[in-house]
């Protein structure tokens, strides 16, 4: 038996009820927000390090046969510019595709996670984009959702 889950050619996701194998090419979408700079009236730092993460998340996903794009300093309610760029990915045809990512750094609250005009979007809402209705071609896929976000000084009820 193979006890390495990478096979050439094929990537397989599991996990307790389903197997997934991931073999189109590419294997799906990947979308990376990086929120690096912050409105001055926001309250919220720069993120430090997050231009290395980014480069360091495109080389691993572009590696796993994703289209990778990644969009950069993206503000919340104002042009609603974040909510914009993951309806665009979840309004694209996904139907030849196998599954689909989406990776925000940035700052976050138990409201949500940050734009850079300090303004939250629900972790929620972000991730009901993708649902069934709403991008039927990804409707049985693995969609996958990473989310590295500083809290600031806020103490999350899960880190108490």
Same mark, same amino acid.
């Given at each position: /038996?193979? =006890?390495?889950?990478?096979?050439?050619?094929?990537? $397989? &996701?599991?996990?307790?009820?389903?197997?997934?194998?991931?073999? &189109? %090419?590419?294997?799906?979408?990947?979308? $990376?927000?990086?929120?690096?700079?912050? =409105?001055? %009236?926001?309250?919220?730092? /720069?993120?430090?390090? =997050?231009?290395? %993460?980014?480069?360091?998340?495109?080389?691993?996903?572009? &590696?796993?046969?994703? %289209?990778?794009? /990644?969009?950069?300093?993206?503000?919340?309610?104002?042009?609603?510019?974040?909510?914009?760029?993951?309806?665009?990915?979840?309004?694209?045809?996904h139907s030849t595709l196998d599954c689909c990512v989406v990776v925000i750094l940035s700052h976050g609250c138990q409201v949500g996670i940050y734009g850079t005009d300090g303004k939250p979007i629900p972790i929620e809402k972000i991730v009901n984009y993708f649902n069934g209705s709403n991008c039927p071609s990804l409707r049985g896929k693995p969609k996958l959702f990473f989310i590295q976000a500083c809290g600031g000084g806020e103490s999350l009820f899960w880190l108490q």
């Open positions: /038996t193979n =006890s390495n889950p990478l096979q050439i050619g094929c990537l $397989i &996701a599991t996990c307790a009820c389903q197997v997934y194998e991931l073999k &189109a %090419d590419p294997c799906g979408h990947c979308l $990376i927000l990086n929120n690096v700079n912050f =409105s001055g %009236d926001s309250d919220l730092s /720069t993120r430090e390090g =997050s231009d290395v %993460d980014c480069e360091k998340l495109e080389k691993r996903f572009k &590696a796993l046969c994703f %289209d990778v794009l /990644t969009r950069r300093d993206l503000k919340a309610q104002v042009r609603l510019e974040m909510v914009s760029e993951l309806r665009k990915l979840a309004w694209r045809d």
